[in-house]
């Protein structure tokens, strides 16, 4: 069974600009979350879809957005970068029921680096 | 809202011994408490999980033990072998079930 797949495996941005990650869930789940793991911050929830449906948005501004595709599969957009968003960005899927409750598997992340 | 706090930061252990990382939730409604193991370069790996109608879990040489009283759950792992050097990192649910919350995680360093 092939796992959470996520590209570009690195992305290199300068300031200003946008960037778009991509993430294919487990065959069958129907859930993404996104994740961001910034040096010295641990793992932050940024945001989870399910359904195509936005579900819950973590503590980050607006220029984190996503969507995600009839496929289950989810896009990752970061407007205006900055340098501070130069971290992993790690994307997991789940089955749909029972939200964070279900046991949720990562892929190996995208790591984006604004010079 | 839900705040879980993981110690110790490092663990240096002699293979062969057995390590315990713990960690402590805020949340008395939590009732799902996952376990990560990552690697180098790789992405968290769901190594074992626990919920709250359960007290301890354990397959092969990794358990986990959850006290819902005290709040607070770890991680045992016995014969430690150099391929078990990694970050460990807990978790558990907010209260609405919509996020999970990261300890900051555990650096485990097996020598042989």
């Known amino acids: 069974e092939a796992g959470v797949t996520q590209s570009p495996t690195h992305l290199i941005k300068t300031r200003g600009q946008q960037a778009t990650l991509r993430c294919s869930p487990i065959s069958g789940h129907t859930s993404v979350y996104w994740y961001q793991q910034a040096l010295g911050l641990g793992l932050q929830f940024l945001l989870w879809y399910d359904e195509g449906e936005e579900r819950n948005r973590g503590n980050f501004p607006p220029r984190f957005s996503g969507r995600q595709f009839p496929n289950y599969s989810s896009e990752l957009n970061v407007n205006a970068l900055e340098l501070e968003d130069s971290a992993l960005y790690l994307c997991?899927?789940?089955w749909g029921t029972g939200g964070s409750n279900q046991p949720q598997h990562f892929g190996d992340g995208t790591r984006l680096s604004i010079l | 809202g839900e705040n879980v706090e993981q110690h110790p930061s490092t663990l240096s252990v002699q293979e062969g011994d057995s390590a315990v990382i713990k960690c402590t939730y805020s949340?008395?409604?939590?009732?799902?408490f996952p376990w990560y193991k990552q690697e180098l370069g790789k992405g968290p790996q769901l190594i074992i999980d626990i919920r709250s109608n359960v007290g301890e879990k354990k397959d092969q040489r990794i358990a986990v033990t959850l006290n819902k009283t005290a709040k607070h759950f770890s991680l045992h792992i016995t014969e430690t072998q150099p391929e078990d050097s990694a970050v460990y990192f807990c978790a558990g649910v907010n209260q609405a079930g919509t996020a999970l919350i990261f300890g900051k995680g555990t650096t485990l360093s097996v020598s042989s």
């Open positions: 949340d008395s409604a939590s009732n799902y």
């Open positions: 997991a899927s789940s």
